[in-house]
């Protein structure tokens, strides 16, 4: 397992591990995105878990497409940061980290794989 695939496989864990974290916390209440919206959760969790599958293999094509929804996930992630606020919590982050861990895993993953 190439460094690109440890960056991606971690990123992808992070991004699915964040659907059961605080998403929004606010005056001691913590909702987390499973129990807010169970499609948008779901959505993380099976690409979370896709990519992480995706980081296991060494092909360019497989990178290219995990790329690409990575930049899906990580501009989603800025929208619900930006909606969030100041109420964000840290699943949210969770989800920053994830999908820039991703998006750097897999485009070296794409730059070095033939």
Known sequence: MNIQNNFSFFGGLLVAISVFLPAISMMGINLS???TNS????FYLLCGLGTTAIST???????TTAFVLNILIF???????ADAGSL???????LLAG??????GTWKGR???T
Do not use: C, D, R
Request: proline share 0%.
């Open 75 to 81: 501009l989603l992630a800025l929208k619900y940061w």
């Open 57 to 63: 293999l060494e092909n360019k094509g497989f990178y």
């Open 99 to 104: 999908s820039a861990l991703n998006l750097y």
């Open 39 to 42: 499609s948008v959760a779901i």
């Open 88 to 94: 964000a919590g840290i699943g949210i982050y969770f």
């Open 33 to 35: 995105l499973w129990n």
């Open 111 to 113: 730059t070095q794989t």
